[in-house]
Structures are given as structure tokens and as C-alpha cells.
């Protein structure tokens, strides 16, 4: 079983739609989630960032974090065009070095039909 | 823009050669962290630099190694290069080891 799971793609959905994407993820030391953006050919930009369970809202965007079931979400409304690419959730634990290292998703991606 | 500047974008090699790229971290970050990034996956972490000393190692064999220098750039060296190497090679750099890190736009690497 790897590390962190997340759903598989592709997702198309229309303009204006709300997305859900999630990961699941088995290393209990993992602290800190964060979701990130790929647009093709490009570095992954961060987007979200959250320690520990909770809530966290930015713009059109939450993310969602459950230790308790070991699960990750980020919610897209009204979803737009631009907002195509390929969503990574990725996990660290505490501390430096290799502790600190993101544990990556595979990743998925996401259409917006306009 | 996270200010976090990669060379060279493109790089084709063939198998056996060595490679070396280079990262410009984010100004005022002293971390660098290098990762590899294979066709339809995500971020496989390969090493993290902090202050110029390896800070911590992920799952891949000796040929990989690499450097920081005292302004907190960084290379990544690959030796004996192999196809499974192919892949686009990220640098992420942090203010601090163990803060958010900002990544670069890759290296994308062919070899053949």
C-alpha cells in the first residue's frame, strides 16, 4: 500500500461546478497537508496549506483535513477554465531533513468544460 | 513566480552519461530539496540541503548526489545515467528545513 492515495482521473466537469478531490494516506507522523497545482509542463504552486485537522478557506477554495480517518479534500467552487491542471495533495511530518520531506499523491487531473 | 529559477529546462543525455542541474532558491531561503518527478506521477523526494550539508536522504542509490553552495543555490549530479532516469527534476526551496516549501519549474531530462 503506498503512502498516500489519491483518487484516480481524469475528472471533466462544466464550468461553474463544485469539484472534490481527496486523498487517503496510511503514516500517522504526517502533520502537515497541502494541496498543490500543476499546470502542464510547469512546477507544482502551492495552493493550500493546513496543520492538523481542521477547515481551512481561501477564495473559491477549501481544503479539509480528518487525522481521524485519515483523509484530505479540497473543494473547488464555481469552478472555472483556468482552474484545469493536475491537483497533488502531498503530506509531511515534524522536523527537518527527511521527516520534513512531501510525500506526494499521484496526482489527478482536472478539466473545466466551458 | 515563486523566485525559484532552474537550468536548463531541457536536457537530452544518453545512458551512461552524468548530468548535473542547477536550482536558485527563493532569496532569503537556505533549503533546497531536489525531486524527481516521473510521467503521470507525483514528486518522489530525492535529497534536502540545509546551511551546505545533506539534511536528509529519500530512496534512491548513490549515483544521485549533489550539492549547496554558501549563497543556498544547488546542483543535483546524476552519474551512470539509466532510461528509468527520464523523468522532470524539481527543486523546492524553504525559508527554513522543515517550513512550506516553493518549487521550481523542473528540469525535464530524456535519456536515451
Known amino acids: 500500500q503506498k503512502e498516500v492515495e489519491q483518487d484516480p482521473g481524469p475528472l471533466s466537469v462544466p464550468e461553474g461546478a463544485i469539484v472534490s478531490l481527496n486523498c487517503t494516506y496510511s503514516?500517522?507522523?504526517?502533520?502537515?497537508f497541502m494541496w498543490y497545482r500543476q499546470y502542464s509542463r510547469k512546477g507544482p504552486e502551492l495552493l493550500m496549506y493546513?496543520?492538523?485537522?481542521g477547515n481551512k478557506e481561501d477564495g473559491r477554495f477549501t481544503a479539509q483535513v480528518d487525522k481521524s480517518s485519515k483523509y484530505i479534500s479540497l473543494f473547488i467552487r464555481d469552478s472555472q477554465p483556468s482552474d484545469s491542471a493536475t491537483y497533488l495533495c502531498?503530506?509531511?511530518?515534524?522536523?527537518?531533513?527527511?521527516?520534513?520531506?512531501?510525500?506526494f499523491g499521484k496526482g489527478i487531473t482536472l478539466s473545466v468544460r466551458p | 513566480e515563486t523566485g525559484v529559477t532552474q537550468s536548463p529546462t531541457h536536457l537530452i543525455k544518453t545512458r551512461g552519461q552524468q548530468v548535473t542541474l542547477r536550482c536558485s532558491s527563493q532569496?532569503?531561503?537556505?533549503?533546497v530539496s531536489w525531486y524527481q518527478q516521473a510521467l503521470g506521477q507525483g514528486p518522489q523526494f530525492i535529497f534536502q540541503?540545509?546551511?551546505?550539508?545533506?539534511?536528509g536522504r529519500g530512496n534512491f542509490p548513490p549515483r544521485f548526489s549533489g550539492l549547496q553552495f554558501p549563497n543556498y543555490s544547488s546542483e543535483l549530479n546524476v552519474n551512470a545515467l539509466e532510461l528509468d532516469d527520464s523523468a522532470l527534476y524539481l527543486c523546492?526551496?524553504?525559508?527554513?528545513?522543515?517550513?512550506?516549501?516553493?518549487f521550481g519549474p523542473g528540469t525535464r531530462l530524456l535519456v536515451l
Open positions: 493546513t496543520y492538523s485537522s
Open positions: 502531498a503530506m509531511s511530518g515534524e522536523g527537518t531533513g527527511a521527516n520534513s520531506k512531501l510525500t
Open positions: 503514516n500517522s507522523a504526517f502533520q502537515y
Open positions: 523546492a526551496s524553504s525559508r527554513s528545513a522543515g517550513e512550506t516549501q516553493y
Open positions: 540541503y540545509y546551511r551546505e550539508e545533506e539534511n
Open positions: 532569496s532569503g531561503h537556505n533549503t
